[in-house]
């Protein structure tokens, strides 16, 4: 089992940039493959980018293809989240996700889940 903090969210103005960061408990976060979710208000949780259990596959939603990068330190069993060029579309809460095996991009294949960081990127 493994517990998922989130930090680093805040209020910018769109074009700064942010990192997201999720930090994991217990002794086999190496084990997990990450993710990246949100959700803006009204709307559904949606996929933001994944990452696999040794940090060498990435997958990213079109959406934020060359403007975010998710990257892991597994001896600090953290994952990051850097977005650069922050859009107001980009506004939600971010959630970090855990799932046993290999990188997914569906909400329903993921185990665990962080409380949620705020982002707001004002225009």
């Known amino acids: 089992q493994v517990q998922l903090v989130e930090s680093g969210g805040g209020l910018v103005q769109a074009g700064d940039s942010l990192r997201l960061s999720c930090a994991a408990s217990?002794?086999?976060?190496?084990?997990?493959?990450m993710a990246w979710f949100r959700q803006a208000p009204g709307k559904e949780r949606e996929f933001v980018v994944t990452i696999n259990r040794s940090g060498g596959i990435t997958y990213y939603a079109d959406s934020v293809k060359g403007r975010f990068t998710i990257s892991r330190d597994n001896a600090k069993n953290t994952v990051y989240l850097q977005m650069n060029s922050l859009k107001p579309e980009d506004t939600a809460v971010y959630y970090c996700?855990?799932?046993?095996?290999?990188?997914?991009?569906?909400?329903?294949?993921?185990?665990?889940w962080g409380q949620g960081t705020q982002v707001t990127v004002s225009s």
């Open positions: 996700a855990a799932r046993a095996g290999l990188t997914a991009a569906a909400v329903n294949l993921y185990d665990y």
């Open positions: 217990g002794r086999t976060f190496s084990s997990y493959a």
